[in-house]
Structure formats: C-alpha cells, structure tokens
C-alpha cells in the first residue's frame, strides 16, 4: 500500500492512483514488489527537524528516505520537504511538477538499492531517474 500525508503544507495535487501505478512500475523493473509506503509532503523546518533528530545533518534536503525493506519487498517512509522542491525546480530549471515527480520517484529508487553517495553514484541514480520518469506521463 502507497499512502499520502502531509505535515505543515498543503497536500500536492499529484494523481494519486496513476502515481501509485507508476511506483509499482518502477519497482518491478527491478524485480521489486510494493509493501508499505508512506509519502510525508512537508515544509522545510519539518525537513530539517528530521534530518537533525534521526541522521544528525544540520541542512534542509529535498528527500528523506527511511528504508524498511524485506527481501524483494519495498517498505518505507518518504518525508519529502515541498518548499525545496519548490527551490530546486527554480534552481534546475524544472517546473514543479517536474521535479517533484523526480523527488517522489528517488525515494522509490533508493529503496530499490540505487545510492547516490558514493563515486559514480550520483550518475546512476540520475540516469535510473530518467529512465523512470519516461515510464509514464502522469496527468491531473
């Protein structure tokens, strides 16, 4: 089961059926099935309160992921903070719809066993990235 929650922010108008679709696509494209998953759309102070409380990192991110994962099972609670991908999308050059479909779609893949931490990490979990978000158009 995929859930939608929100703290502190309005929740964000995704199509929650197809997104739901979409993240099973894109777990079975690594052999994976959906267990449960939490999405927690936040702000950033909430964001920056987790990250201190449960890692020790003293900054905002776009994506926290904790992993649950059993076997070929995915679980896991996804606190995504909307103001920064509000700031990346600026930054980046994407809309926000663009780069949030991108955020949500990180956490899956995390979960799936891509890293983006490590040398050449970074260039994989992008490229895993496109290559999910050309799964599916997801549409209001």
């Not at 070929?72 to 930054?91: H, M, Q, Y």
């Not at 780069?99 to 979990?125: A, F, S, T, W, Y």
Request: proline share 3%; aromatic share 10%; glycine share 8%.
């Amino acid at each position: 089961m995929i859930s939608y929650q929100t703290i502190n922010v309005r929740m964000p108008k995704i199509p929650r059926r197809q997104t739901s679709a979409w993240i099973r696509q894109v777990a079975a494209s690594f052999g994976k099935k959906v267990g449960e998953i939490a999405y927690i759309f936040c702000d950033d102070p909430k964001i920056l309160e987790v990250n201190v409380q449960y890692l020790g990192h003293d900054y905002f991110t776009d994506i926290i992921t904790f992993d649950y994962c059993e076997g070929d099972s995915i679980s896991g609670d996804l606190f995504i903070s909307l103001d920064t991908v509000r700031s990346n999308a600026e930054k980046f050059g994407k809309t926000y719809e663009e780069e949030l479909h991108r955020v949500i779609i990180h956490g899956v893949l995390h979960l799936c066993g891509i890293n983006d931490k490590g040398p050449g990490e970074r260039e994989v979990m992008e490229a895993e990235e496109n290559k999910a978000l050309g799964f599916i158009s997801l549409s209001k």
